[in-house]
């Protein structure tokens, strides 16, 4: 997957790559490229809905941490697709929404 769509406050662009893994309710997902170095999310899985918790590290060597809730849905294209409403806990900046689109 990778971003289709980032909150002007969001670190993640359409050079992230991520890659997801399912263990029954558990999720998870290694991703990196564009602004991030590495980030790792973690969570579960229930219904159409996915809640986790994220690190980073950017390019300019920043810990960036916080938590998602996205809605699960498909686009028109028959692509899975996340639209992650995420919070900072690193940070004071406003909550914001990307979407994530499988490639």
């Given at each position: 997957?990778?971003?289709i769509?980032?909150?002007?406050?969001?670190?993640?662009?359409?050079l992230t790559?991520?890659?997801?893994?399912?263990?029954?309710?558990i999720?998870?997902?290694?991703?990196?490229?564009?602004?991030?170095?590495?980030?790792?999310?973690?969570?579960?899985?229930?219904?159409?809905?996915?809640?986790?918790?994220?690190c980073?590290?950017?390019?300019?060597?920043?810990?960036?941490?916080?938590?998602?809730?996205?809605?699960?849905?498909?686009?028109?294209e028959?692509?899975?697709?996340?639209?992650?409403?995420?919070?900072?806990?690193s940070?004071?900046?406003?909550?914001?929404v990307?979407?994530?689109?499988?490639?």
């Amino acid at each position: 997957m990778n971003a289709i769509k980032t909150a002007p406050n969001g670190v993640v662009n359409h050079l992230t790559i991520f890659s997801f893994s399912q263990c029954g309710k558990i999720v998870s997902a290694v991703y990196l490229g564009g602004l991030i170095s590495k980030g790792y999310l973690i969570g579960t899985i229930a219904g159409n809905k996915l809640s986790f918790s994220f690190c980073q590290i950017d390019i300019h060597d920043s810990h960036n941490n916080g938590r998602s809730e996205c809605d699960i849905s498909f686009s028109t294209e028959g692509k899975l697709r996340l639209t992650e409403h995420f919070r900072w806990d690193s940070d004071d900046q406003e909550p914001g929404v990307n979407i994530l689109q499988e490639l």
